[in-house]
């Protein structure tokens, strides 16, 4: 007489907590697909049948541990900048705001600010690179230089007012080396203000609590944001000013990194 079949387990991967992440927020329609199987099979989810005919899922308490599991495991493997960065991306969407974070824009700078730098943060051209997303025609000018610059944190008003959207550079710090290495390159600088209304830095705190800098380290045309007890405190407003449109490469860029940050998708994105 042969013995009864014992049902396996499956391993969840992530490819099944981004699922289960899925169902838990949404109405649970089902896709019935082998992913969907395992996740039933391994008690993650569970079958509710309607009394009008349909089927749905549901995430169990299982499901539900694995979620906060998962969740606790991403966020302590975030390195202090990454989280830095992401709570301030996340202060700006709760703010009313689109923020992306790891952007490659185009800005233009004086060329004399880019041929002393040591290792700029961006390749200087002095034309628009073929496949750039800049309109035909699109030159820096008479002594300028179009540059690569990669913000920690980009955002802009939510507005069909285009002469309102104020985009806002944001640059993470949570070293003092990084930080003076950073403001030894005023190519930089002048690459974020020429893309945005105002730039800030941010400044964390070193092991043992104490901040890395303070607001006289950073030059009068950046505002300051210092991380006091987990909360960011304004040291020192942006100056801001006034950016009628976004050019069409930033609209580019934005078109081609894919939907902004949203406030309940923190943490959760190496599901």
């Known amino acids: 007489m042969s013995e009864p079949l014992v049902p396996l387990v499956p391993v969840l991967t992530r490819h099944h907590h981004r699922r289960l992440r899925e169902v838990y927020r949404s109405a649970g329609w089902p896709c019935q697909d082998m992913l969907e199987v395992e996740l039933l099979a391994a008690g993650q989810i569970e079958r509710m049948r309607w009394p009008e005919g349909h089927e749905t899922l549901r995430v169990t308490d299982a499901g539900i ?20 960065v992401e709570q301030v991306a996340l202060a700006m969407e709760r703010a009313g705001r689109l923020a992306w974070r790891g952007l490659s824009l185009r800005a233009r700078v ?14 200087a051209v002095s034309e628009p690179l073929p496949g ?20 920690d944190v980009f955002s802009i008003r939510r507005s069909t007012v285009e002469a309102y959207l104020e985009p806002v550079v944001h640059e993470i710090k ?5 930080l003076l290495g950073d403001l030894r390159k ?6 974020y203000l020429d893309m945005a209304s105002a730039c800030w830095y941010v400044l964390g705190q070193d092991a043992r609590g104490r901040p890395i800098g303070t607001a ?8 300051v944001l210092l991380v006091q007890e987990g909360r960011l405190v304004v040291a020192r407003e942006a100056p801001r000013r006034a950016l009628e449109r976004l050019p069409l490469q930033v609209w580019m860029a ?18």
């Not at 541990?65 to 966020?75: E, M, S, Y």
């Not at 006289?216 to 505002?223: F, L, Q």
């Not at 934005?254 to 943490?267: E, F, I, M, Y």
Request: proline share 11%.
């Open 132 to 151: 750039s997303g800049w309109a035909d025609g699109a030159v820096a000018g008479p002594g300028h230089a179009w540059v690569m610059a990669c913000p």
């Open 254 to 271: 934005l078109a081609q990194a894919g939907a902004p940050l949203r406030a309940d998708n923190s943490g959760q994105a190496a599901f």
């Open 110 to 123: 004086p060329i004399s600010l880019t041929e002393d730098a040591e290792v700029p943060p961006c390749h």
């Open 174 to 178: 949570v070293s003092r080396a990084d």
């Open 216 to 223: 006289d380290d950073v030059p009068p045309e950046c505002g």
């Open 65 to 84: 541990a694995t979620l906060a599991r998962v969740f606790a495991t991403n966020k302590a493997a975030r390195s202090p900048h990454e989280a830095l």
């Open 186 to 191: 005023p190519a930089k600088r002048a690459a």
